[in-house]
């Protein structure tokens, strides 16, 4: 299948409304080209506008997500799109990420579980998800996953054990660790004998310089496409297939002895 990873470029100077007809435009130009897109975290308002997050904050069934379900409708794809600032009536904001299928409909929305900010900003203005999410594709089952989260290998482990053989990772992560984006998509690969397919952010949102170079990594760990710095659209071919074969040829998983049970089939 193809997927279509787009680094949205996020800066203070341009409206969420504005950008959100962007990217919603940016995802119709997917269309025949692309079987799966993904957008990065918080492209409405930026990963770190903490300030932003109340008064940006809608409802599930919000703009952004009429919006992004007639871009998926009017591309014909699966669009993972990105993550908003959720707004519960009942309950605190979340950081929750929206996929919908090739005709539109909500496949998965996830609410990110691990909040970043060591008790400041989203640690604290953000309530945490509790739920994994995985999404049956016909070539592929993904499982959702947000910035952060990429630093705890558990909650791959646990996207594994229900299915997952694609792992998607929605992201605004500084310029300053690139280098621990990188390390880690691969590191998540590698351990679970599964695609990545990480989508960060271009720009600079509330002074901080984003990391860009989204990337996609194979189950043995090697990047098979990379994205530069500044906005741009990364499109990568890749045979999920390629899962099962590599953990039949190189079973690691099946001798496991701590932690969670062994890879449902």
Known sequence: MRASLI?????????????RLRAASMVRDQAG????VVLPELWT??????????????PLEGPTYEAMAKAASDAGVWLHAGTIPERDPDGPLYNTALVFSPDGGLAAAYRKIHRFGFDKGE????????ELVTVRLPETVLGVTTCYDLRFPELYRGLVDRGAETLLVSAGWPER???????????????????????????????????????????????????????EV????????AVAGTRERFPALKDRRLGLEPPRR
């Open 7 to 19: 680094q949205i470029r996020v800066d203070d100077d341009e409206s969420p409304n504005s950008r």
């Open 33 to 36: 080209s692309a079987d799966l």
């Open 45 to 58: 308002t930026g990963a770190f506008a903490y300030e932003a997050f109340a008064t940006e904050a809608e």
């Open 123 to 130: 640690a604290v203005l953000m309530g945490a998800g509790e």
């Open 177 to 231: 660790r690139r280098a621990h984006w990188t390390l880690l998509a691969q590191a998540r690969a590698v351990e679970n004998q599964a695609y990545v397919l990480a989508c960060g952010t271009a720009g600079t949102h509330a002074g901080v310089p984003q990391a860009g170079h989204s990337v996609v990594v194979d189950p043995w760990g090697q990047i098979i496409g990379e994205a530069g710095a500044g906005e």
């Open 234 to 241: 990364l499109t990568v071919e890749f045979d999920g297939a």
